[in-house]
């Protein structure tokens, strides 16, 4: 299949501190790609990298095999783009300001764009100052997807939005798919990349760690397990369970970590009189320490 985005050793630094390192992508045409890590991997830049929107320090990228930086304007000229962060103008209504892109850009089909004005549930008549952060972010998909582009890049498109509004946008990315459109979508949050992606590479401190089949980030799933007994915490019992590990006791307080199922521990537990039991998913950035060892997650303040 044809690569639609492909980098080669590409890096980004910011004189002293890091950017990213030695990134080698391939996204391909027809799929949607995940680019996975925790605020400050290296997502951001990766992408602005890419479009050309600052230059990389050393390897190259391309996109449609047109190097980013010798003919950019030819590159978003087949794109849509949503940025992590923007800023829009705030004295146009939301309307306008459809509007105005569509006319930008060209060859937008109004009643496609009246569809997704609709699915996103967006009040066209409202000023851009007016709208919420999440209602902010409905119109800035609108902007990237009004004119079906070729290539879809979306730096964590979900931001702000609501549950309803985030299946909706669940529905358009698969559409696109469905259409042989490709989608580069950043996010960090795993569950939706899951839910979303065909392969996913995963980004930390600004080198990639590990690119596959979205199916592999089941690898990474666990949960944080809390169990507050009556009596006496009975830690050998839980010692040994099929997927536990990094067991602690403090008072009557058990934690531990459970990859996999849960139910062995549940069956353990479950001998037991509970004075409380808690499950919970961890964020990304746990489960990138301890999938990836323990020294602190870089943070970078040019980056997310």
Sequence with gaps: MTAVIRTEQLTKTYGAHR?????????????VFGFLGPNGAGKTTTIRTVLDLIRPTGGRAFVFDIESTQDPVAIHRRIGYIPGEFA????????????????????VDRAYQASLIERFDIDPSRRFKEYSKGNKQKIGLVIA?????????????????????????????REA???????????????????TCD???IIRDGRLVKTDRVEA?????HHQVELRFAGEVPLEE???????????????????RVSGAITPVVRAASRHELIDFVSREPSLEETFLAQYGHDAVEANGHDR
């Design 177 to 195: 798919r469905g259409e042989g459109r490709t989608v580069f979508l950043s996010s960090h949050i795993l569950s939706e990349v899951e839910r």
């Design 145 to 173: 997807l009004q004119h079906r582009p070729e290539l879809l890049i979306l730096d964590e498109p979900t931001s702000g939005l609501d549950p309803l509004i985030q299946q909706s946008f669940y529905g358009l990315v």
């Design 238 to 256: 839980f010692r040994g369970l099929p997927g536990v590990s990094d067991l602690a006791a403090e008072d009557h307080l058990l934690r531990m």
């Design 19 to 31: 950017g990213i390192v030695d990134v080698d992508l391939e996204v391909l045409e027809g799929e």
């Design 88 to 107: 829009l103008y705030d004295r146009l209504t939301g309307g306008q300001t459809l509007a105005y892109f569509a006319n930008l850009r060209g060859g």
């Design 217 to 221: 980030l089941r690898d990474l799933a």
């Design 199 to 201: 392969r996913v590479a």
